[in-house]
């Protein structure tokens, strides 16, 4: 993944307060600050030139795992190995578990407190000088996890070596990715919110005004604007839904299942699941490491969203077109042509509509990783994160986007009302004038089909049709047909519950007012 796409992904994270080490374990889990790890991977690439040349002149150290080997990886599988250039992002996550991992390791007589408060404070040390640009990230430390405990073990010596008793890099990663996918939702929420009020708030502001409904991208029936936008809500809504049950999921530590099959260390996994508000340890030590449901569920709620954004683009595309004209987005929310001076383009939501074959694509990238894969840990599961933050930057931005635009479109209620009579848009509502005649539904059908195609010869609407031209089709017409013809006749007459009818659409408009606390 592009450095630039790290950084911003980076932005969602923010600073946790301190970690104390006389607070209970329920008390210390840091809070987030978004805006801090922007900084801190930005500052990181932005090092200079001289200082990079100085790590890379440095002699290569010894891996904390080469005991066993006798030669040093090839400088191509250091590159092809790397992860730091993008998991740097779970820095704060990574230091979370390592506190609450340390008290708990203390706690159990597996290291004295005073190496603990060794560790916590070396740790704070550590994410004050990531947080200032300070911090050195090295690719022969190969990812954000080995940085920080060999960044520790040269600020405290021993007392460091003693941290990853009872934990592997296996459990490790799935206990900062399952935070960093916790808080990344708990935006991503927000977000969708934010445009559910942008599109509500457009609703309010365009209290009865018809347009057409469509099915096939063929006109079909008159609808009331507020409850085509509030469409588009309920979808979000479930949206948000889905993320939220996603949440619950995986809400569920796996620290402390070390490798695969755990450890004959008096270790408390619920110690630490509690101190990183988890709901429970993981019960399968092997499940555990290997799981990976929890991020193709969270993708694959991202990729519905997405869907959701890319539908609500291509209609404000379709409505801002010169065949529709129904809507005009302001300067602010439109692009310019580099050769045809008169254009004015919906930009943001051509994108945001493309941009959803991106999110799709990191869905799919991960199925396809973790398709066949045998239990429990492998390599390839390190390809899971930059799919991940992709997902995540992208909905965000779309969200963002969208909300944008709601905020900044204008509907033309001339241009839609010059556009209704078009297509006998009450010709449904006349069918069912029919049936409240007791004429058979399917010989109503037939009965306003006539009619339509007598309009059709005429070149007329059917509220133009003179009574006896619709007693030439069927005598069951009376003087009171023509209370349900035109558009505005029909809205009215919609009375079913969730319908486009004006009392049924005030009371979505209320609930939805009251639920989004819309003043």
């Not at 058979?440 to 059908?445: E, G, K, L, V």
Request: hydrophobic share 40%; with cysteine.
């Amino acid at each position: 993944m592009e450095l630039l796409a790290i950084c911003t992904t980076a932005s969602l994270f923010s600073r946790p307060s301190r970690l104390s080490n006389h607070a209970s374990p329920k008390h210390r889990l840091p809070s987030l600050a978004f805006d801090r790890a922007l900084k801190v991977c930005c500052a990181s690439e932005t090092m200079s030139a001289s200082q990079g040349d100085r790590v890379a002149e440095k002699s290569k150290e010894v891996k904390l795992w080469g005991g066993r080997f006798e030669e040093s990886v090839t400088d191509a599988v250091e590159r092809f190995t790397e992860s730091i250039s993008y998991d740097k992002v779970l820095y704060k996550h990574d230091i979370m578990g390592s506190r609450a991992h340390a008290s708990m390791l203390a706690k159990q007589g597996l290291m004295s407190t005073s190496d603990r408060d060794s560790i916590l404070q070396g740790l704070d040390e550590i994410e004050r000088r990531i947080e200032n640009g300070e911090f050195a990230w090295r690719t022969d430390r190969e990812d954000v996890h080995m940085n920080i405990e060999a960044a520790l073990t040269d600020m405290i010596g021993e007392p460091a070596k003693k941290l990853h008793t009872a934990r592997s890099r296996n459990d490790q990663v799935l206990t900062d990715f399952r935070l960093w996918c916790r808080d990344a939702i708990d935006k991503v929420v927000a977000r969708i919110k934010h445009l559910q009020i942008a599109l509500v708030t457009l609703a309010l502001k365009n209290e009865g005004l018809i347009v057409p409904g469509y099915t096939h991208l063929q006109r079909a029936q008159p609808v009331l604007l507020q409850h085509l936008l509030l469409a588009f809500v309920e979808q979000l809504e479930r949206d948000a839904g889905r993320l939220l049950d996603c949440k619950v999921r995986l809400n569920f530590c796996p620290l402390g299942a070390c490798a695969l099959a755990g450890t004959g260390l008096p270790i408390d996994r619920f110690m630490t699941s509690d101190a990183l508000l988890f709901t429970a340890p993981m019960r399968n030590s092997i499940d555990a490491v290997s799981d990976r449901d929890f991020v193709l569920e969270f993708l694959s709620a991202n990729s519905i969203t997405a869907i959701h954004l890319s539908r609500l683009g291509e209609e404000w595309v379709l409505w801002a077109s010169e065949e529709f004209g129904f809507i005009t987005p302001s300067d602010s929310v439109s692009t310019g042509s580099s050769i045809m001076p008169q254009k004015k383009n919906p930009d943001p939501m051509e994108l945001v509509r493309g941009k959803s074959a991106r999110v799709i694509g990191d869905l799919v990238t991960l199925l396809t990783l973790c398709k066949g894969l045998p239990l429990a840990y492998n390599r390839d599961l390190q390809e899971d994160k930059e799919p991940a933050f992709d997902s995540v930057k992208t909905i965000l931005g779309m969200l963002e986007v969208s909300a944008e635009f709601a905020q900044n479109i204008t509907f033309n209620r001339e241009r839609i009302q010059k556009a209704l009579p078009a297509g006998h848009l009450d010709a449904t509502t006349l069918a069912d004038y029919l049936v409240k005649k007791g004429v058979p539904f399917r010989t109503s059908h037939d009965i306003v089909g006539r009619a339509v195609a007598l309009c059709v010869s005429k070149g007329c609407q059917l509220q133009e049709l003179r009574l006896d031209e619709l007693r030439s089709i069927n005598p069951v017409f009376e003087e009171d047909v023509y209370d349900f013809l035109g558009v505005e006749n029909a809205v009215k007459k919609f009375s079913s519950y969730g319908s486009t009818g004006s009392e049924c659409v005030a009371s979505q408009i209320d609930y939805w007012v009251t639920k989004l606390e819309i003043n």
